[in-house]
T-cell receptor
Framework: DTAVSQTPKYLVTQMGNDKSIKCEQN?????MYWYKQDSKKFLKIMFS???????INETVPNRFSPKSPDKAHLNLHINSLELGDSAVYFC???????????????????FGAGSRLTVL | EDQVTQSPEALRLQEGESSSLNCSYT??????LFWYRQDPGKGPEFLFT?????EEKEKERLKATLTKKESFLHITAPKPEDSATYLC????????????WGAGTKLIIKP
């Protein structure tokens, strides 16, 4: 059973198009994330949702819009795609905690396999 | 500004040749340092969490250590299947739930 699954794995599209990436987790986690990994391999947080509530919204163009229908799903919709949007997008989930000392595994992220977006 | 720097960018070793990867950080109040492994075409996979200077964690051929300014990932007698990119990330008092990631070290183990 895949813990965090995201689709599609590959997406090739033209500039100006609108596309969506879907993510689902079956771990019972209450927090989900979208990360962008650029060509230099840096992972940058884009959004985070806890129990369907947006808790992190980094400086991301408003062409990117996350949607969380329930705490097991977090989708990413991108409008008017640009060349610079080409990257690998990772979905991740975790059990949210602000304090050290909770059960082992707290705050550990489980990632999906990534969705490689290529904008032509 | 919180920063994480990993070195070297790439490391090629012969099977059985032990070495260490470095993760240097400058954060205001560390609240956890994390090591992940990333294989090509896959997402990062959690390895260790360290919280305090002097703490050590081990898993098979890997051992992670932490000081006040850096963490080392020691690899003892590596095998080809240890080849991957190793990522380091930190949480700080200022970053709240966000992880600040390094660019990773690409490790290649030749048989």
């Amino acid at each position: 059973d895949t813990a965090v699954s995201q689709t599609p794995k590959y997406l090739v599209t033209q500039m100006g198009n609108d596309k969506s990436i879907k993510c689902e987790q079956n771990l019972g986690h209450d927090t989900m994330y979208w990360y962008k990994q650029d060509s230099k391999k840096f992972l940058k947080i884009m959004f985070s949702y806890n129990n369907k509530e947006l808790i992190i919204n980094e400086t991301v163009p408003n062409r990117f819009s996350p949607k969380s229908p329930d705490k097991a799903h977090l989708n990413l919709h991108i409008n008017s795609l640009e060349l610079g949007d080409s990257a690998v997008y990772f979905c991740a989930s975790s059990r949210r905690t602000a304090e050290r000392g909770l059960a082992s595994g707290a705050n550990v992220l489980t990632f999906g396999a990534g969705s490689r977006l290529t904008v032509l | 500004e919180d920063q994480v720097t990993q070195s070297p960018e790439a490391l090629r070793l012969q099977e059985g040749e032990s070495s260490s990867l470095n993760c240097s950080y400058t954060v205001s109040g560390l609240r956890g340092l994390f090591w992940y492994r990333q294989d090509p075409g896959k997402g990062p996979e959690f390895l260790f969490t360290l919280y305090s200077a002097g703490e050590e964690k081990e898993k098979e051929r890997l051992k992670a250590t932490l000081t006040k300014k850096e963490s080392f990932l020691h690899i003892t007698a590596p095998k080809p299947e240890d080849s991957a990119t190793y990522l380091c990330a930190v949480r700080s008092e200022d970053s709240n739930y966000q992880l600040i990631w390094g660019a990773g070290t690409k490790l290649i183990i030749k048989p």
